[in-house]
């Protein structure tokens, strides 16, 4: 089954505490993305991969850090966690065909107190 | 970039189409148009997907417009339990033969099945 797995669902933790959410895609896709989803913001590109080594930033990237060394994860690191980035969390994966769908994790909900 | 306008919220009585626009008249010729729905704080769910002329799936139909500039999904007989937030989205498409990641979100359009 096609799947983009994401962990943990929820994580809480204290400012300042480097944390990692992970992402994985058995889909071979070359494309990864993460996004936040704020109240009244909806869902806004964080960083995103066109394929392993290759990343650039999307609309938010400020306090967030990402690595694509295989192909199938794509980590979201934040090295310094502020409660400005407490928010709910989506990994996406897509191949490089426009003409197909994208797929989407369950989502991480993060808090940072 | 392109950039997508949907109203933020919609009704719909149960039984009846539900038709959702989308203006993304930024659209460049080979970006396609996508359709998903997120259900309380789950995943975005995939609808579906086009690029000019319209399509149709077992879930819904996609019409856009012939200058590409908008678009209206369908839900032909809408149920209570299509009751969610609907976005549209255009991924975005660089100049000459490369591809990008990069995903333009609408603010999504909340639709209400009412019984």
């Known amino acids: 089954e096609a799947q983009v797995t994401q962990n943990p669902r929820y994580l809480i933790t204290v400012t300042g505490k480097k944390l990692t959410v992970t992402c994985s895609q058995n889909?071979?896709?070359?494309?990864m993305s993460w996004y936040r989803q704020d109240p009244g913001l909806g869902l806004r590109q964080i960083y995103y991969?066109?394929?392993?080594?290759?990343?650039d930033k999307g609309d938010v990237p400020e306090g967030y850090k990402v690595s694509r060394k295989e192909k199938r994860n794509f980590p979201l690191i934040l090295e310094s966690p502020s409660p400005n980035q407490t928010s709910l969390y989506f990994c996406?994966?897509?191949?490089?065909?426009?003409?197909?769908?994208?797929?989407f994790g369950n989502g991480t909900r993060l808090t940072v107190t | 970039d392109a950039k997508t306008t949907q109203p933020p919220s919609m009704d719909c009585a149960e039984g009846r189409a539900a038709n959702l626009p989308c203006n993304h008249s930024t659209i460049s010729g080979n970006e396609y148009v996508y359709w998903y729905r997120q259900i309380h704080s789950q995943g975005p769910q995939y609808i579906i997907h086009?690029?000019?002329n319209n399509e149709t799936n077992e879930m819904a139909s996609l019409i856009i417009t012939e200058d590409r500039k908008s678009s209206t999904l369908i839900l032909p007989h809408a149920t209570l339990r299509d009751t969610a937030v609907y976005y549209c989205i255009v991924r975005v498409a660089s100049l000459g033969s490369s591809n990008t990641g990069k995903l333009i979100f609408g603010q999504g359009t909340t639709l209400q099945v009412k019984p």
């Open positions: 991969s066109m394929n392993v080594e290759v990343t």
């Open positions: 086009g690029l000019k």
């Open positions: 889909m071979n896709h070359e494309y």
């Open positions: 996406a994966s897509y191949s490089r065909s426009y003409n197909s769908p994208l797929h």
